[in-house]
C-alpha cells in the first residue's frame, strides 16, 4: 500500500507562485507514475501533470503547459508541483496520484490507484 500526503497549498495572488509537495509511504515509490489533478467547485477532475517513474518524462495539460513545472526526487519519495505565474482559473484543489501504468495513459485518473487527500490552491487578489 502507498499512502500519499500533499501539502504546499494556499492563496496566493495573480502572477504569484506556489509549490506543492506530495510525500510518499508505505511502498517502493520509484516503481509509479505520479500524477497531479484537480477539481474546482462544480467542475470535472482535470489531468495537470504526470511524471514517469524515473523523472525523465513529463506530461503537462495545455491549461498549464509553459507554467507548471513538475518532478520528483526518488530517494525522498516526493513529487513536487511548481506553478508560477498562477491565475484565478487555476483555483482548485489538487490532488497527487500513483499508479503502475503506461505512461501514454498518465492523465486518465481512473488508471492511479492511489490518491493523496488534497491541498487547496486559491488564486485571488
Known amino acids: 500500500q502507498l499512502q500519499l500526503v500533499e501539502s504546499g497549498g494556499g492563496l496566493v495572488q495573480p502572477g504569484g507562485s506556489l509549490r506543492l509537495s506530495c510525500a510518499a509511504s508505505?511502498?517502493?515509490?520509484?516503481?509509479?507514475?505520479i500524477g497531479w489533478f484537480r477539481q474546482a467547485p462544480g467542475k470535472e477532475r482535470e489531468g495537470v501533470s504526470c511524471?514517469?517513474?524515473?523523472?525523465?518524462?513529463?506530461s503537462y495539460s495545455d491549461s498549464v503547459k509553459g507554467r507548471f513545472t513538475i518532478s520528483r526526487e526518488n530517494a525522498k519519495n516526493t513529487v513536487y508541483l511548481q506553478m508560477n505565474n498562477l491565475k484565478p482559473e487555476d483555483t482548485a484543489v489538487y490532488y497527487c496520484?500513483?499508479?503502475?501504468?503506461?505512461?501514454?495513459?498518465?492523465?486518465?485518473?481512473?488508471?492511479?490507484?492511489?490518491w493523496g487527500q488534497g491541498t487547496q490552491v486559491t488564486v485571488s487578489s
Open positions: 508505505g511502498s517502493t515509490f520509484n516503481y509509479y507514475v
Open positions: 496520484a500513483a499508479g503502475q501504468l503506461a505512461f501514454s495513459q498518465c492523465s486518465l485518473g481512473r488508471n492511479y490507484g492511489y
Open positions: 511524471i514517469s517513474t524515473g523523472g525523465s518524462i513529463m
